[in-house]
């Protein structure tokens, strides 16, 4: 663990609402971005001479594009519901981390740009000008909301603050004032395929190595198939999954399960990547071209369908977006669904009972399941509202003999976000980053308690590294966290006939 | 004609239009601005009618606003089903003859009010008490309770406290209806109740109470979870679609 130069909160019996602390994260920001990487993506390479202007002009642009920014800055009462429901706030005290106080920020602007009481009586509404002070604030607290939409299901309208964060990250791309890891990591898939940067050469071999691991491991010669013309399936999975821990486990798990089911698959170089960071800086015609990638893809492979591997974020994309994005999709075969989960091909596999599990190979653990925020509150899985909810459980309780639900006003739709997606999965946001896992941590540590929880399973990858490094702040162990399809890897009877 | 009978039938007049042409201009902005992306907050309704239902629900029994807070829905219920009867009790000004269900509303309609204003003062003290939301309040948002504090508390004690000729009055908002103007009763207690109403209809275009015509185009409360069963493109997007060429 790197050094601490901030107090890691305590795990209290319940989770309680903190004081207000006023500023305690307002010096809370993630590195900027450089010239290089703004010019990459077609943003002016540092804060523009008349950036004021160019930030109305802008503001006013979104919101004849989105219906959302519009009607969000206007319907807010104030009621305050939100206000407990941010894992930022409930982890930092900083009242700034309240959604309704987050989008006040923008608000506050808009109310004196774009409205009638805003121009006549600023101090009366809470309508403020466009100044230094104030970007220095939407920089930071911008960069404190990881879009989980939690805020969104309490809200009596259905604000879903992501949506201002987005306007607002937008806004700021346009005068010069980017983030460096979402902008940088996008600029990487423009050129190379994927958010860690792997080339072509780098890839095959990684791939080739897992081949001989699990050859020696299982005996069994599984494939982790590359660029290959015809295939049925294109996996299109987070780049995590090719190296980091437990995310490679669950890529194992992906290969095993296509094994089993004789279904022949290939990932591809030039869509080497599902994640779509585009979407944290609200840039529609950025994420277009991200997603462009993989239709390009499936089109040169000639696959008939798409596949996506564990990811939150990714699957947001995937699910609700790559259809506007990137579609119509009318070149694949019509009989699956486009794209199709990891989750919900393994899970129809398990009922039509064309796969066995041996649940004991899980006895080791006993386990709970972490709903990613994208895929509880913005994705589904199958046919049936809640699908994303009750499939990955399926799929685990398939896999193993102990399983328990943590709280449930920290599961489903009421997930806590794990304190590390929209974006600030860096290491320059540190503080931010352990603060915020502080309900789901909580809510671990009850299951724990209760049941003897020993491990946390995710089906998203910056799920996955976000626990992985905040876990021992909160004194569990690292790999307390596993992929779903690590399970699913482990139970699998390899070679079974069904 | 009193000038002051003049000047309410004209305050009165002004403030509806302002009303009517204000709202009508925000809802048409709200109705023209595309959502470009499906982002329905799931779990969420794969059919339309799945739709209506929860925007029923959402509308009718404040859902979310149940998950999120029981104190702030009780008091919300209650301003807001209390603010409905008064406002069917209302009609009984409007309409000549009543309609039978008008007649019934009416005793339920001083129960209304009251709940309404019980229901205000909940919400005023939750704004002061609760550090969270008197960090979030600027004054226009106690203003507004007020004001509205002040419309029931007029209300119930023009009911109360000074019984006004309501033939008369029915007369003077019947008169403005049809251009035939009638004597408006001098009540000090009325004309403030009317005088507040109208700030209320005037403000209500310009403020948050837009919330109530709003809430209808929430993109994550309307919107039907069939993105991947139906392409979903705005005019917008399309033409950059255009613009930028095929794969
Ligand atoms: S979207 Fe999530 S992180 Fe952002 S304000 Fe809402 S609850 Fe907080
Ligand atoms: S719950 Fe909605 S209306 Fe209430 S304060 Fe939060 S954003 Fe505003």
């Known amino acids: 663990m790197a050094k601490i130069d901030f107090e890691v909160p305590v795990i209290g019996e319940y989770l309680e609402t903190p004081a207000l602390q006023p500023a305690a994260m307002a010096k809370s920001a993630p590195f900027k971005a450089s010239p290089q990487h703004q010019q990459a993506l077609g ?58 106080a987050r989008q006040d920020l923008l608000r506050s602007v808009y109310r004196r740009h774009f409205t009638l009481g805003g121009k006549l009586f600023p101090k009366l509404v809470g309508a403020r000008d466009l100044d230094k002070s104030v970007l220095d604030e939407w920089y930071s607290y911008f960069h404190q909301c990881s879009q989980c939409r939690r805020c969104s299901v309490f809200c009596p309208y259905g604000i879903d603050t992501a949506e201002i964060s987005m306007a607002a990250r937008e806004i700021m791309d346009e005068i010069g004032v980017g983030q460096k890891y979402c902008n940088e990591i996008i600029g990487k898939v423009h050129t190379i395929g994927n958010n860690l940067g792997l080339n072509a050469a780098a890839l095959a071999n990684t791939l080739e190595g897992l081949e001989e691991d699990v050859k020696d491991d299982t005996g069994f010669d599984i494939r982790f198939p590359l660029d290959v013309e015809g295939a049925d399936v294109l996996l299109i999975t987070p780049s995590a999954d090719f190296f980091a821990e437990p995310h490679i486990d669950g890529l194992i798990g992906y290969g095993k399960v296509f094994h089993q089911a004789g279904v022949s698959w290939t990932m591809s170089t030039y869509a080497s990547e599902a994640a779509n960071f585009a979407m944290f800086i609200g840039n529609y015609e950025q994420m277009r071209k991200v997603a462009l990638r993989i239709r390009k893809a499936a089109i040169d492979l000639k696959v008939k369908r798409i596949v996506v591997g564990e990811c939150g974020h990714a699957w947001r994309v995937a699910y609700s977006f790559w259809n506007t994005l990137a579609g119509p999709f009318d070149f694949l ?46 994705t589904r899985m199958g046919d049936r509202p809640g699908g994303q909810l009750a499939l990955p459980r399926a799929v685990i309780k398939a896999s193993c003999n102990h399983y328990f639900d943590m709280p449930a006003d920290t599961i489903g739709e009421k997930t806590f976000c794990c304190g590390g997606g929209g974006g600030l999965l860096t290491d320059d946001l540190m503080e931010l980053r352990v603060k915020g896992a502080l309900p789901r941590m909580q809510a671990l540590r009850q299951v724990q308690k209760e049941h003897g929880v020993t491990h946390m399973a995710a089906i998203c990858a910056i799920c996955k590294s976000q626990f992985s490094k905040v876990l021992p702040y909160y004194d569990f162990p690292m790999d307390t966290i596993v992929s779903v399809h690590q399970l699913v890897s482990n139970a699998i009877q390899l070679g079974a006939k069904t | 004609m009193s000038i002051m009978t003049v000047s309410y039938a004209l305050l009165l007049y002004a403030a509806t239009v302002i009303f009517a042409l204000g709202l009508c201009y925000r809802v048409f902005t709200y109705a023209r601005t595309p959502a470009p992306l499906k982002i329905p907050t799931m779990p969420a309704p794969v059919t339309r009618a799945g739709v209506v239902f929860r925007m029923v629900r959402e509308v009718g029994l404040f859902e979310s606003l149940f998950k999120s807070s029981k104190w702030t829905w009780i008091f919300a219920v209650m301003f807001h089903l209390g603010l409905l009867l008064e406002v069917l009790r209302h009609l009984r000004y409007f309409i000549q003859p009543l309609w039978f269900w008008v007649v019934l509303v009416q005793p339920f309609g001083v129960y209304g009010g009251m709940a309404m204003v019980a229901g205000l003062a909940g919400l005023f003290a939750r ?51 049809y251009f035939d103007w009638q004597p408006l009763p001098a009540n000090p207690l009325l004309l403030t109740h009317l005088a507040l109403v109208s700030l209320l209809l005037i403000v209500f275009p310009f403020s948050k109470l837009l919330h109530a015509p709003a809430v209808f185009f929430s993109p994550t409360r309307n919107q039907v979870d069939d993105a991947r069963e139906r392409r979903h493109l705005a005019p917008w997007a399309a033409r950059l679609e255009r613009a930028g060429g095929e794969v």
């Open chain 2, 127 to 177: 704004r002061l008490l609760v550090a969270r939301v008197r960090y979030v309040s600027q004054p226009s948002d106690y203003l507004m309770l007020i004001l509205l504090l002040g419309i029931g508390g007029s209300g119930l004690a023009v009911k109360f406290l000074d019984h006004t000729d309501i033939v008369s009055f029915k007369a003077f908002v019947l008169g403005l209806l």
């Open chain 1, 43 to 100: 943003f002016p390479s540092e804060l523009l001479e008349n950036w004021e202007e160019v930030a109305i002009a802008k503001l006013g642009e979104l919101l004849n594009k989105y219906e959302s920014l519009r009607v969000y800055l206007d319907a807010c009462v104030k009621c305050g519901s939100c206000s407990d429901k941010c894992h930022y706030f409930l982890g930092t005290g900083d009242p700034k981390n309240m959604p309704v």
């Open chain 1, 333 to 378: 075969d019509p009989n699956y669904p486009v794209p199709q989960h990891i989750v919900e091909f393994t899970y129809d596999l398990i009922q039509r009972n064309a796969i066995k599990l041996d649940k004991e190979a899980n006895d080791h653990m006993r386990l709970t399941f972490h709903d990613s925020c994208n895929v509880a509150r913005a």
